[in-house]
């Protein structure tokens, strides 16, 4: 987290977040091992699969599937990435893929809220929008994804 302040180890609610306030997770290194097992079970694709495969697409090598992507943008935002309190909860969003994730990568989410709405119907919940780059080593962005995630509020004083 480069700002704010948890509450306590239950993390960030709506009421400790504000538009502007970011966050980065830690990282994670890809290998080819780990984009073949992913796409062996989820994205069977050639390009996925196999390296000399992939050297005749427009990836011109192996690369992780965009969904092998997303799930460890996932594991990084929960990890620390977006310390909310409930948990990293969506409600939509959307998603794109610029550049291939390739093995040797090494993974970090940067994420900036861009919008903190409290629900008018559910006093005790609102809405955050969240926009989050997966970028590898080089500061090369892999993926976008802007999400509205539910995050409690702060309970009110006992009393």
């Excluded at 180890?9 to 290194?29: C, I, K, M, N, P």
């Excluded at 050297?55 to 965009?66: C, D, K």
Aim: aromatic residues 6%; negative net charge; charged residues 20%.
């Amino acid at each position: 987290m480069a700002d704010g302040h948890a509450n306590g180890d239950e993390g960030l609610t709506l009421d400790d977040l504000h538009v502007g306030q970011r966050f980065e997770s830690g990282t994670h290194a890809i290998d080819e091992a780990q984009i073949v097992a992913f796409a062996s079970q989820f994205d069977p694709q050639r390009f996925h699969l196999d390296d000399e495969a992939a050297r005749h697409t427009l990836f011109g090598g192996l690369a992780a599937s965009g969904w092998h992507t997303a799930a460890i943008t996932m594991k990084l935002i929960v990890g620390g990435g977006a310390p909310f309190a409930g948990g990293v909860i969506g409600a939509g969003g959307e998603i794109a893929w610029p550049r291939p994730t390739q093995p040797g990568d090494v993974l970090q989410v940067f994420s900036e809220v861009l919008e903190v709405t409290p629900s008018r119907s559910k006093p005790e919940r609102g809405a955050v929008t969240l926009m989050s780059e997966t970028r590898n080593q080089h500061g090369n962005v892999l993926q976008t994804l802007k999400a509205r995630l539910i995050v409690p509020r702060r309970p009110p004083p006992a009393g």
